[in-house]
Structure formats: structure tokens, C-alpha cells
């Protein structure tokens, strides 16, 4: 009787274990289920923030290649590639600055073209634009790397030349006049010259404008002089 009754009992328990057992090992495979596929989602949003995050870039990168092609854009000349008035001014009162901290020597040379308003009207504005761009381009070749050429204005053109004094410059300026008068430009072959004024910057400078108030003197002595020169003032 007493040893059947423990017997009996001693199966029930171990079958309510067994149970037990059973159910908690569903419990488990159904979190481990769960588990899997929370991580596969997980993996999911993680490619597709990865992704985000690639197309976020590229756009950024393309963003910041635009913001620098409108800025390039805004300091250059569109018809000649050259600087224009706004970026020479922005770059003549750095180098302004820069000279006047380290005493490195600055020259400029202020160039307009000769006859130039005759070139339109006897062959056209388009052979005009020509000869301006291909001029500009010229200039930009046969000056320094370091050099900025700009369009002034028209037919005027400006190039500063850091670390350069005023006799360098002019002769630099020289050579680039000689060329010029002996290369025809644009697709009509058109020849012309030019005349430049030379300066450098002076200690007595107060603006970085003087310098080009002397320039534009130099170069209206040699427009005076007969033009196809350069004078340095």
C-alpha cells in the first residue's frame, strides 16, 4: 500500500516535470523564433539606414561639388574663363594684407587692349568675344601659376603678381606683349596689341587701390605714348 501510494505519486511528479520541461522548451524555440526574426528586421533597417546614409552622403558630396562650381562661377569671367572684377578685388586686399604682415613684394599690371572697338564693328561681336577669350587664355599661359589674370572691364584686363617687383613685372609684361602682337587670334585671325601700366605695392600704400590708381596711370602714359608698350610707374 504505503511504498504503491509513493511510487504513484513519485510518476505524477515526474510526469508534471517532464510537462513542464516540454513547454518550457516550446516557450524557448518561440522566443528563439521571435529572436531570429527581430534580428532579421534588425538587419533589414540596418542595410537600409546603411543605405540612407550612402544616398545622405552622395547627396551631401554633390551638394558641396555644386556650392563650389556656383562659387567658382561667381568669381569668374564667363565669357573668357579669366577672374572677374569681384574676385581680383577679394584676392588683391589678401595679398594687400599679406604683404603688409610678411614684406613679400607684390606687382600688378593693369592691360587694355588697343583699338579693340574697331575690331567689333569691322568683323563682328562674336570674332570679337573670340580674340577677348583667346587673349585672356594667352595671358594665363604665359604668366605664373601663382599669377592671377582677371577681366577688369571690356577690354581691360589685370594680373597680380605676388612676390613680384615692379621691374619683373614689367618685364614679364614685355614678353607677353611681343607674343601677343605676333600670334593672330580667334577663327579670323585677328591681330592686336595691347598696352599695360606696371606698379608694385609701395609702403606708403594706405589701400590696396592705390596701386591700381597707379597702374591705370601707368597704362594711360602709354596709351599716350603711341600704345603697344608697357610703362611701369
Same mark, same amino acid.
Given at each position: 500500500?504505503?511504498?504503491?501510494?509513493? *511510487?504513484?505519486?513519485?510518476?505524477?511528479?515526474?510526469?508534471?516535470?517532464? $510537462?513542464?520541461?516540454?513547454?518550457?522548451?516550446?516557450?524557448? @524555440? #518561440?522566443?528563439?523564433? !521571435?529572436?531570429?526574426?527581430?534580428?532579421?528586421?534588425?538587419?533589414?533597417?540596418?542595410?537600409? =539606414? +546603411?543605405?540612407?546614409?550612402?544616398?545622405? #552622403?552622395?547627396?551631401?558630396?554633390?551638394?558641396?561639388?555644386?556650392?563650389?562650381?556656383?562659387?567658382? =562661377?561667381?568669381? &569668374?569671367?564667363?565669357?573668357?574663363?579669366? @577672374?572677374?572684377?569681384?574676385?581680383?578685388?577679394?584676392?588683391?586686399? $589678401? #595679398?594687400?594684407?599679406?604683404? !603688409?604682415?610678411?614684406?613679400?613684394?607684390?606687382?600688378?599690371?593693369?592691360? %587694355?587692349? %588697343? %583699338?579693340?572697338?574697331?575690331?567689333?564693328?569691322?568683323?563682328?561681336?562674336?570674332?570679337?568675344?573670340?580674340? *577677348?577669350?583667346?587673349?585672356?587664355?594667352? =595671358?594665363?599661359?604665359? &604668366?605664373?601659376?601663382? %599669377?592671377?589674370?582677371?577681366?577688369?572691364?571690356?577690354?581691360?584686363?589685370?594680373?597680380?603678381?605676388?612676390?613680384?617687383? @615692379? #621691374?619683373?613685372?614689367?618685364? =614679364?609684361?614685355?614678353?607677353? !606683349?611681343?607674343?601677343? +602682337?605676333?600670334?593672330? *587670334?580667334?577663327?579670323?585671325?585677328?591681330?592686336?596689341?595691347?598696352?599695360?601700366?606696371?606698379?608694385? *605695392?609701395?609702403?606708403?600704400?594706405?589701400?590696396?587701390?592705390?596701386?591700381?590708381?597707379?597702374?591705370? &596711370?601707368?597704362?594711360? !602714359?602709354?596709351?599716350?605714348?603711341?600704345?603697344?608698350?608697357?610703362?611701369?610707374?
Amino acid at each position: 500500500g504505503y511504498i504503491a501510494v509513493v *511510487l504513484e505519486e513519485g510518476r505524477r511528479n515526474a510526469f508534471v516535470t517532464a $510537462r513542464e520541461l516540454e513547454l518550457r522548451s516550446a516557450a524557448l @524555440a #518561440e522566443a528563439n523564433a !521571435r529572436l531570429e526574426s527581430n534580428n532579421r528586421k534588425l538587419a533589414l533597417r540596418t542595410a537600409e =539606414l +546603411a543605405r540612407l546614409n550612402a544616398d545622405l #552622403e552622395e547627396s551631401s558630396a554633390a551638394l558641396a561639388r555644386a556650392n563650389a562650381r556656383l562659387e567658382e =562661377l561667381a568669381g &569668374t569671367d564667363p565669357l573668357t574663363g579669366a @577672374a572677374n572684377r569681384r574676385q581680383f578685388l577679394e584676392a588683391m586686399a $589678401r #595679398e594687400f594684407g599679406r604683404v !603688409r604682415r610678411y614684406g613679400d613684394g607684390l606687382a600688378l599690371a593693369l592691360i %587694355d587692349l %588697343d %583699338d579693340f572697338g574697331p575690331v567689333n564693328k569691322r568683323h563682328g561681336v562674336i570674332a570679337g568675344d573670340e580674340v *577677348l577669350a583667346e587673349f585672356a587664355a594667352a =595671358l594665363r599661359a604665359q &604668366t605664373r601659376a601663382v %599669377d592671377l589674370v582677371a577681366r577688369y572691364g571690356g577690354e581691360e584686363f589685370v594680373v597680380l603678381m605676388p612676390g613680384c617687383d @615692379a #621691374e619683373s613685372a614689367a618685364q =614679364l609684361m614685355e614678353r607677353v !606683349r611681343e607674343r601677343v +602682337a605676333a600670334t593672330p *587670334l580667334g577663327s579670323r585671325g585677328i591681330t592686336i596689341t595691347f598696352s599695360a601700366g606696371v606698379t608694385a *605695392l609701395e609702403p606708403a600704400d594706405d589701400d590696396p587701390l592705390d596701386a591700381v590708381h597707379r597702374a591705370d &596711370t601707368a597704362l594711360r !602714359r602709354a596709351k599716350a605714348g603711341g600704345k603697344n608698350r608697357v610703362e611701369r610707374s
